[in-house]
T-cell receptor, first 112, second 113 residues
């Protein structure tokens, strides 16, 4: 079955550590996205990529980094510079000329 | 810049009653409009979308939405709500030439017996 996988579902880290969240898709989609979700805040765009080896900052990119070395993969690193990293992180993808986004199941990151 | 407003943070509906969730957008171009549903701790699932044409669109799970350009609205409706519809609903807007979507802050639907 085609879809988007995010791993792990739950992630715990100590403050000051970098952590990388995985996102893989087998939908052959060109574009991929990372969102952060906090209660009552909706979805806020962190980074997006429309093609391999290229990505753009979203609304809240500070403290995050990404790479897009393969079409299928778009990992997100939450760095120690992110002041409030505890959140639910969602990855999405969309096909060429398709504006609808398909979402993965999410990763809940807790930093203490 | 585009924006999406979902005026209701929470809505409670009795099982079997009709439902309408409101969505208003602000956009300069012709918008592409979406409704997504999210169960707790899960990703978002696309319910329906509007790109052009018939302003009343049908989606999955018995949902429909109507695009009203004059009111800048894209309200989601369902004639009879089931307990399994309890979830959070997000409206989103995009446009031709823009590669990102803007999401509303969501409406939490509670279904009472």
């Amino acid at each position: 079955d085609g879809g988007i996988t995010q791993s792990p579902k739950y992630l715990f880290r100590k403050e000051g550590q970098n952590v990388t969240l995985s996102c893989e898709q087998n939908l052959n989609h060109d574009a991929m996205y990372w969102y952060r979700q906090d209660p009552g805040q909706g979805l806020r765009l962190i980074y997006y990529s429309q093609i391999v080896n290229d990505f753009q900052k979203g609304d809240i990119a500070e403290g995050y980094s990404v790479s897009r070395e393969k079409k299928e993969s778009f990992p997100l690193t939450v760095t120690s510079a992110q002041k409030n990293p505890t959140a639910f992180y969602l990855c999405a993808s969309s096909g060429d000329r398709s504006y609808e986004q398909y979402f993965g199941p999410g990763t809940r990151l807790t930093v203490t | 810049a585009q924006s999406v407003t979902q005026p209701d943070i929470h809505i409670t509906v009795s099982e079997g009653a009709s439902l309408e969730l409101r969505c208003n957008y602000s956009y300069g171009a012709t918008p592409y409009l979406f409704w997504y549903v999210q169960s707790p701790g899960q990703g978002l699932q696309l319910l329906l979308k509007y790109f052009s044409g018939d302003t009343l669109v049908q989606g999955i799970k018995g949902f429909e939405a109507e695009f009203k350009r004059s009111q800048s609205s894209f309200n989601l409706r369902k004639p009879s709500v089931h307990w399994s519809d309890a979830a959070e609903y997000f409206c989103a807007v995009g446009a031709l030439g823009y590669s990102t979507l803007t999401f509303g802050k969501g409406t939490m639907l509670l279904v009472s017996p």
